[in-house]
């Protein structure tokens, strides 16, 4: 079975430009969770969705960042505009609420806002 | 609140035990789970508890106090292979919203 993927795997950008970091879940999996990893603050949530809603997204930063799940197959974050201190190293997770609940992560997207 | 509680770093010798402790204060809590993390790489999944006591898993095991909000993971027969951040998380909530620890770096040595 296909893990959790996501694309790009980097990115490199300039202050003020827009990113866009894409996710799919693995399949039959109906929570999907967007962490963010710094030295500085470790592994942080930013927002999770249950069945393609947005349940909790307490710890998405500020107005730039927006998430998006038009599907259960397919998750976007936005960062608009993007800032230096964005950069970090975002991963998507999934998990499913009838198999164990454990989160399996994607590889993450290695972003530098320049 | 959450607030999650893990050394920074430990080391440990080669074919020896190794103890990773963490301590956690969380309101709903449900589960406590351990992810380990090699460097530039994702977090994978070790181990979860729910209830107290002790789960073994091959050369792993990770134990669960909820009364004292404390958990630990153990390591045996260590390989250079092991030298990685072990990542305490706490679950709460019914879609096991995760809030993780700032991690353990364990380095194994010869």
């Known amino acids: 079975d296909a893990g959790v993927i996501q694309s790009p795997r980097h990115e490199v950008t300039e202050m003020g430009q827009e990113v866009t970091l894409r996710c799919k879940p693995i399949?039959?999996?109906?929570?999907l969770f967007w962490y963010r990893q710094t030295m500085m603050r470790g592994l942080e949530l930013l927002i999770y969705f249950n069945n393609n809603v947005p349940i909790d997204d307490s710890g998405m930063p500020e107005d730039r960042f927006s998430a998006k799940m038009p599907n259960a197959s397919f998750s976007t974050l936005k960062i608009q505009p993007s800032e230096p201190r964005d950069s970090a190293v975002y991963f998507c997770?999934?998990?499913?609420?009838?198999?164990?609940?454990?989160?399996?992560f994607g590889p993450g997207t290695r972003l530098l806002v320049l | 609140g959450q607030n999650i509680d893990q050394p920074t770093e430990m080391t440990a010798t080669e074919g020896a035990i190794v103890q990773i402790n963490c301590t956690y204060q969380t309101s709903g809590f449900n589960g406590l789970f351990w992810y380990q993390q090699h460097a530039g790489e994702a977090p994978t999944f070790l181990s979860y508890n729910v209830l107290d006591g002790l789960e073994e898993k091959g050369r792993f095991s990770s134990f669960l106090s909820r009364s004292k909000g404390y958990s630990y993971l153990l390591l045996k027969e260590l390989q250079m292979k092991d030298s990685a951040s072990y990542l305490c998380a706490s679950s709460t909530g019914g879609g096991n919203k995760l809030t993780f620890g700032t991690g353990t770096q364990l380095k194994v040595e010869l």
């Open positions: 399949s039959g999996h109906d929570y």
């Open positions: 997770a999934s998990s499913s609420s009838t198999r164990g609940r454990t989160q399996y």
